[in-house]
């Protein structure tokens, strides 16, 4: 009996024995077979998580951000040990003692999935085998994906320590909002850094990784509580906070960012606008859009935030003042379905979801609005984030009365005199405040965003730091940036590159060309381009004809030159990269942006020294380490640690010449002369010397004016955006020359000017602007202008240049030209080549522009 028993139990014994070896070695089959093909954890030493680019400006102050995923990383030894507590109590509380795997968390869980019969299916993940799963394995819920995460979670164990395991979950893991890590999702939901965070802020954190979405602060306020009170409870079960602080903090209300608890991070930033977006485009090209999108760049720009506002608000004046003048009533476009228009709160959620402009300043806010009601004269209206007051608010019926709406074909009604004219219940529009000299309210005005569009951009003239863009009236209107994207003609605003290669050749401000008519056939017709007045004025001095931006002198100096030359000069500035030698080109005919056309003219104002425009003054990657820097210039004086009282280092300018310095100087005196008394006169007047072009295409489709003092160049241009005429008062002068005028009032406060720098090598002689004759040296008057000659070079008075056209109106004027310069006597008595021909090829069709 006995030896029967021991039998029995012996095979028992035998068989558990057998069975668990057999077990064993399934299981251990089953992880050799998926460890073969794992992929390497080696990377998560390397780790460079895609974080956000940042963009500051030249105060330090953060003005936008950019990225694929809201990522802040934070090294280990930076995130507060209540952060990682909070996380180890939800998620992993063995973290610190197991070997990347829980046995008894997997046990657990298997049971219960047994016995709720696979309703009740629960994780048992560490912390290291989530890690393993965000890196390196999928988020699928499979017994091989499992068996994988703690093939590698053991073997991450022995590679890296449980500070940098937690370093990487910390920072890899999706929080909801958009967040991925703890440094973000503490900044969305609270607005604060790790080291403000509360314990029930951090609890609040926690329960994120269970199921963001489930989480929503507003939407499952109740069942986050729940979720975070659990936390603070595992948090005080596990030493981590005390019974006083666990019930002081279980009280606590869950407030969040969503809630309207806590001002958003994104109210401390400005709206996106044209300048930070316009460094996205330039650095998405220069270093790939993933690159920028999650490199973690900190890049400094340019931008004055002051210089900003300034030229966004002079810009849009113009734009809405030149609309408002049309009297043409466009509105929104959008509507507001009638049932939700019931109640204040089903409004304000429908107008809350409409697409329209919000970041328009002029003078005040704009706000969106919708009709709620329109009685005999006035219009009832509610408006986004201002509270109804007891009578409501209301568009009365003086303020339609400029304008006119369009109707179905295009027509114009009769000019609105009561509201409903203009406005039908539902629809969305735009208002603002209009208030008295002291301030006080008056009335609710309509508003809109203008149909015709232009651009903006100031830069230092030394530098090429672009100061203040706006390409637009409102960014998020329209994103299309017209100071950089625009291809538009420039019109009369680029005859001065055509002096500039004239006065290289040997011509002065003082040089004849004669303003008579011109005919050129053309495969396309006969072109008769004319003057602006459409009168002729016979031989003229150069200066006058800049100055009166006369086009027949501008074309007869450049076949004078000739068409190649021209060309090389504006592809020389940059203002093309392959300019067509045609004629009509000398007009400005070809199209170029504004973008290219300022800097260009930086290249006059700071004596003929390239310049390259930059939007960026430095990048640094995440690490600190700077990777572009835009100033190259030479600091003489930097490595001296003591400096004299009131001396600042030398800055020793590194820059290669575009044009002669004297050349320089005498086409910014030229252009000058165009802001005192050529076709700028009267609209630009600042205290400081300035100088400019106008520039206005046929039939005032493209309107320009570039000016520049001493240290700030700034352009302007307006235009539609399917170019069309802008009517018969248009022009570069009453368009946009209030535009500079408005905006370098401001400028010149700040950076102040002078009087532009006299290069050496030259001397001043007095002559008549009108005849270019000699004068004394003690003639004065207004007709006297004192032109500026390089030494040894003495000017000859009285020849005339006619381009080689004949000068009459009803004869053949265009000639075969085959002859090269035409040779002269200087008053030196040396022989000197002036200005080669261009040959008939160089004459092509075009219109005046």
Partial sequence: ????????????????????????????????????????????????????????????????????????????????????????????????????????????????????????VRGASTITQQVMKNFLLSGDRQAERKIKEIILAARVEHALSKDQILELYLNEIFLGQNSYGVTAAAQTYFNKTLSELAPHEAAFLAAMPKAPSDFHPVRNKARLKLRRDYVLREMRENGYIDQATYEHEVAQPVRSVQNGDFPSFKSNLPPRDYFTDEIRRQLSQDFGEGEFFTGGFTVRATVDREMQIDAARALREQLERYDRGRGVWRGTGKTIAADELTSEEAWRAALAKIEVPRDVELPSRWYPAVVLSVGKTDARIGIEDVPEDQDGHWIPA??????????????????????????????????????????????????????????????????GRVIAMQGGFSYQDSVFNRATQAMRQPGSSFKPFVYAAALDSGYSPATIVVDAPIEINTPQGLWRPRNSSNKFYGPTPLRTGIEMSRNLMTIRLAQEVGMPTVASYAERFGVYDHMGQYLANSLGAEETTLYRM??????????????????????????????????????????????????????????????????????????????????????????????????????????????????????????????????RSAYGSSMCGPVFQEFMQQAVKKFGGGPFDVPPGGHFIKIDRYTGARLSDDAGGPAVVAEYFRDGEEPIFGLAYDGGFAMGSNLPLVDEVTSGGRQVTTSTGEKAVVGPKADFGTVSSGGLY
């Fill in 1 to 120: 009996m006995l030896r029967f028993i021991f039998s029995f139990f012996g095979a028992i014994f035998s068989f558990v024995t057998l069975s668990i070896f057999m077990v064993a070695l399934l299981i251990g089959g089953i992880f050799w077979m998926y460890a073969r093909d794992l992929p390497s954890y080696a990377a998560l030493a390397q780790y460079r998580p895609p974080t956000i680019s940042r963009i500051y400006s030249g105060e330090g102050q953060l003005i936008d951000e950019f990225a694929q995923e809201r990522r802040l990383f934070t090294p280990s030894d930076e995130i507060p040990d209540l952060v990682k507590e909070a996380f180890i109590s939800a998620e992993d509380k063995n973290f610190y003692t197991h070997k990347g795997y829980d046995p008894r968390g997997i046990l657990a869980a298997g049971f219960e999935a047994i016995r709720s019969r696979g309703k009740n």
């Fill in 598 to 727: 300022v800097a260009a003219y930086a290249m006059f104002a700071n004596g003929g020294e390239r310049v390259e425009p930059t939007l960026v003054d430095r990048i640094q990657d995440r690490y600190g380490k700077t990777i572009y820097r835009h100033d190259k210039r030479d600091c003489v004086d930097c490595e001296i640690r003591n400096l004299p009282s009131g001396e600042g280092p030398e800055i020793v300018s590194n820059r290669s010449r575009v044009i002669d310095a004297i050349t320089a100087y005498q086409l910014t005196s030229m252009m000058k002369g165009v802001v005192d008394r050529g076709t700028a006169s009267g609209v630009v007047k600042l205290p400081v010397p300035t100088a400019g072009k106008t520039g206005t295409t046929n039939d005032a489709r493209d309107v320009w004016f570039i000016g520049f003092t001493s240290n700030v160049v700034a352009g302007c241009y307006i235009g539609f955006d399917t170019p069309r005429p802008l009517g």
């Fill in 398 to 463: 003086q303020d339609v009365q400029w304008a006119r709406k369009r109707l179905e074909g295009g027509r114009l009604s009769s000019k609105a005199k009561v509201a409903g004219d203009l406005l039908s219940v539902g629809d969305v529009v735009l208002v603002r405040q209009v208030t008295d000299k002291e301030g006080a309210f008056v009335r609710w005005s309509l508003r809109q965003v203008p149909e015709v569009q232009g651009g903006f951009m100031a830069m230092d003239v030394n530098t």
